[in-house]
């Protein structure tokens, strides 16, 4: 039920989409590096470009923000054609991965920057500033030199003089990837919440899923220089469409067999039934995936799909335990259990101990 | 032998660094206390007196000389700067092989012998009827200084990260504006730096003033030179000193300067143009 509502959010939001991208492609020396793009961003959306390093995310955004030009396709920001307008008159920001301060000027002469360029008033401009570094509590750090902050500290002075010109879309290009675990966190909640409070587009590019979805109202995952799936972060964690989409995001039990009679036959013993699935026919090779934390080794019920199997390995990780059971010869499923209070040391499962996995017919995806 | 203490005095270092203290600098503490000579003797101190600064400032011809380096080495170095910055932000646009070319072969004047360097400027003005004078010198210094300030504005353009002019594009600069507003005042120690490592090498050149120069007036290195000829006079060392003295006032403006600017640049990387941790 959350799945749908979160799905219809950005569609009510806004009539224009902030950002789209028509056929957008970047051929770098021969080498394809963004491939035929076509991608709509709502306004007030946090919208997340996931993906390894190297599969086109960051050129995408230096395209939307203008420091690199299409070889094919368009880029349109609040509904109009922004294709081949230089970046300062782009309606857009950008957060950089280094940051980029400008180390001449203090926190106040970095942050006014941008509205100094639009010819604002001193009066409103340092009320204006003001404003945004009691945003960013950076109110009493105005006068310092960006040498002499903290990598929270200057990651927040980047954001604020992005933020502070109000662009139609904010473009975030790894931003936390420079800060230690602790402090990223942190700043992961800071971000999500200082994006609600302005309702400013964010386009976030990142390669770490976990930051993708604990934060994003929608995440598309590319490769290679394609969008592989683009959805809420429950759908493409819970419904992924491809192979690569579905061993990107956490970990699945992937296993490739062949459609017969409503299951795939994964090994000469073992049919698992799968729910229809458009453009397969009978006799074609199919994969399907499973998360581990949907299969049970114990407490089944009537609806869940059965398999005896053989414990391999077992491996405490402290909040949970991952077991490796086989369920047919050379064929392995890794389970993941919660260690719950009520659970003992002796309750874990040894290798070698005869179990039957458990999981619910819809939690099978057979992908593409 | 015992082998001494870590924490015992090395004394064999203590008396090097004294020795090359003193090889390099009792030279310059030599002309610095003749200069103040009351006799013309260079070599028994008699008495303090300042008769050859006396000498010097009513030396009308000498003082000319001086007037005439002070704008050579002043537009030299302007000269140089503008160029090699130009060079530097240029080259820092070329990532092809043709690019690591051009930035090598604008090291050459380096390794060049200033001699070399020398002829070839004499026989390209007199070839295109150029008069020479100080304007001749100018130019022959600025070609010489170019490559100083290239590579050491390249020094700092390398630790600039390209997302900062970007930064600047972004937030509504044109590339001009960018360059104006961001990438120079990033550069401003490296200016700083190269501006004065320039002044200082031509002020004090020799050879290109040499064979570049018109009769009168004549740079201070190749006046002193010329009077040296007809004996040595302890006013040479009066000049000496005050060279000194301008080049040390230099380094302090410098660093003045880059105090007002709010950098905690050491002097190292002043002369260096090297990146800020």
Redesign the interface.
């Known amino acids: 039920m959350t799945a749908t509502t979160t799905a219809s959010k950005p569609l009510s939001r806004a009539g224009t989409p902030s950002v789209s991208l028509r056929g957008l492609t970047k051929v770098f020396g021969g080498t394809t590096v963004v491939d035929h793009l076509d991608l709509d961003v709502a306004g007030g959306e946090f919208f997340s470009l996931l993906g390894p390093s190297g599969c086109g995310k960051t050129t995408t955004l230096r395209m939307i ?3 690199s030009d299409p070889t094919d396709g368009s880029v349109l920001v609040g509904g109009e054609d922004v294709t081949s307008t ?3 008159k782009r309606d ?3 957060v ?3 940051y ?6 203090d926190v106040r002469g970095n942050v006014g ?2 509205l100094r ?2 010819g604002l008033d001193r009066r409103t401009l340092d009320r204006r500033v003001s404003e945004m570094l009691e945003l960013v509590e950076l109110a009493d750090k105005g006068r310092e ?1 960006p ?1 002499r902050l903290s990598g929270g500290q200057r990651q927040r002075v980047a954001l604020a ?2 933020l502070i ?1 109000e662009p139609k879309v904010l473009l975030l290009d790894e931003p936390l990837a420079a800060l230690d675990l602790q402090l990223r966190h942190a700043m992961q909640a800071e971000l999500k919440a200082l994006q609600r409070e302005v309702g400013i587009t964010f386009l976030f590019v990142t390669h770490d899923q976990d930051e993708a979805l604990s934060m994003s109202d929608r995440v598309a995952i590319m490769n290679n220089g394609v969008l592989e799936q683009c959805g809420t972060p429950e759908d493409v964690y819970e419904r992924p469409t491809s192979v690569f989409a579905a061993g990107f995001i956490g970990t699945s039990n992937l296993m490739s067999g062949v459609w017969s009679h409503g299951s795939v036959v994964v090994a000469p013993s073992v049919a698992i039934p799968a729910p229809a699935h458009h453009g397969s026919a009978e006799g074609d090779t199919v994969s399907v995936a499973v998360r581990p934390e949907k299969i049970w080794l114990g407490d089944h019920t009537d609806e869940m799909f059965r398999l005896p199997g053989t414990i391999e390995a077992t491996t405490y990780h402290g909040a949970t335990t991952r077991y490796r059971v086989a369920i047919a010869p050379g064929l392995a499923l890794t389970v993941l259990e919660q260690n719950l209070p009520r659970m003992r040391a002796e309750d874990r499962w040894d290798p070698g101990d005869r179990v039957e996995v458990g999981w619910l017919p819809e939690h099978t995806v057979v992908l593409t | 032998m015992p082998r001494r203490s870590l924490e015992r005095r090395p004394r064999t270092a203590v008396a090097v660094t004294v020795l090359l203290f003193a090889w390099l600098y009792l030279p310059i503490l030599a002309v610095t206390l003749f200069s103040f000579n009351d006799k013309k003797s260079l070599s028994a101190f008699s008495g303090f007196s300042l008769r050859w600064y006396h000498d010097l400032a009513h030396d009308q011809a000498l003082l000319e000389s001086l007037v005439a380096s002070l704008q050579i080495a002043t537009l030299a170095t302007l000269g140089s700067l503008v160029l090699g910055t130009m060079l530097a932000l240029g080259l820092e646009r070329v990532r092809s092989r043709r690019g690591r070319v051009i930035g090598a072969v604008t090291l050459l004047p380096l390794v060049t012998p200033e001699i070399v360097t020398g002829v070839a400027a004499l026989l390209l003005f007199t070839g295109i009827g150029l008069k020479l004078s100080l304007t001749t010198v100018v130019l022959a210094e600025i070609t010489f200084s170019i490559a100083y300030v290239t590579v050491i504005v390249r020094g700092r353009l390398a630790g600039l ?1 390209t ?2 002019e ?9 590339p001009w ?1 960018a360059l104006r507003l ?1 990438t120079l ?2 550069l ?1 120690p490296a200016l700083l730096g190269a501006g004065l490592l320039v002044f200082a090498l031509v002020f004090d050149d020799f050879v290109l003033a040499f064979f570049t120069t018109g009769v009168d007036p004549q740079p201070l290195p190749v006046r002193v030179y010329s009077s040296i000829r007809f004996g040595v006079s302890p006013a040479i060392n009066a000049i000496g000193t005050l060279m000194l003295l301008v080049s040390a006032l230099l380094i302090v403006a410098a660093l003045v300067l880059l105090r007002l ?2 950098r905690g640049t050491s002097s190292l990387e002043l002369i260096t143009g090297g990146e ?1 941790r």
């Open positions: 923000a203008g420091f230089p970046p300062h857009v920001n950008t950089f991965q280094s980029a301060l400008f180390e001449h000027l920057f941008g360029r639009k030199k040498s003089r992005a010109n | 990260s997302e900062v970007e930064a600047a594009r972004d937030l509504g600069c044109t504006q961001v005042p990033a401003v600017f709010g800020r």
